[in-house]
């Protein structure tokens, strides 16, 4: 809840994306049963997804700082990108750890994306240390808590750059704690207009 508090401009700008989507996302949804014309993406497991979640702003990060990139590479940055934004870039409650949650899958494919681009930094040219660095201490993360076979519904499921997932509008209103974070943030939004139309008002007063 802390995070609608501190983002509800921008939980309510994401839904209104994927409510503009929602005729294309109908159609699309589904990851590997999906369209599979751009760049295949491999699966994630879930104990693979708990671990790169927290290292994502690290690896996009280094990947922007990329100048020598191919076609390959920008077009699974930019869906790691994209699709972090139909997934409410995380700040929904059990996003990465439910795999109930209608986020979940969304989750699974940016984080797969950032997991390819982070595969494909090791074979550019590029500071091989910092890239080196970061896997190592994945890795390292992965072994310590044993989370790689960790499985979940998704964890076998492909992604595609040219099939983004958005969270289905019927599962959101039937998962609590999501619509619970929405409709907060809905409140705050409303409440902060209604602030800001009251203090104008009384500035307009003689």
């Given at each position: ?51 790169i979640?927290?290292y994502y ?6 990947a ?7 076609e ?16 409410l ?6 996003s ?5 949650s ?12 950032a997991k ?12 091989r ?17 044993n ?9 076998g ?24 974070v ?7 939004v409303?409440a ?6 009251r ?7 003689p």
């Amino acid at each position: 809840m802390r995070g609608a508090q501190r983002h509800p401009g921008a939980i309510l700008l994401a839904v209104f994306l994927m409510l503009s989507g929602w005729p294309v996302s109908a159609a699309a949804h589904g990851g590997s049963s999906g369209s599979q014309a751009g760049i295949p993406i491999p699966s994630l497991t879930h104990g693979e997804m708990a671990v790169i979640a927290p290292y994502y702003g690290r690896i996009i990060s280094l990947a922007e700082s990329v100048s020598d990139t191919d076609e390959t590479f920008r077009r699974l940055l930019n869906f790691a990108q994209i699709q972090r934004a139909y997934c409410l870039w995380g700040l929904m409650p059990g996003s990465v750890s439910d795999e109930e949650s209608p986020f979940n899958e969304c989750s699974h494919a940016y984080l797969a994306a950032a997991k390819a681009v982070l595969l494909q930094m090791r074979v550019m040219k590029v500071e091989r240390a910092s890239v080196d660095d970061l896997v190592s201490d994945i890795d390292a993360t992965l072994v310590r808590n044993n989370l790689s076979l960790v499985l979940c519904k998704f964890s076998g499921e492909s992604f595609n750059t040219a099939d983004l997932i958005r969270p289905e509008l019927a599962d959101i209103a039937l998962h609590m704690k999501s619509l619970a974070v929405i409709l907060s943030a809905s409140l705050l939004v409303l409440a902060g207009l209604w602030l800001g139309a009251r203090a104008l008002r009384l500035q307009a007063q003689p």
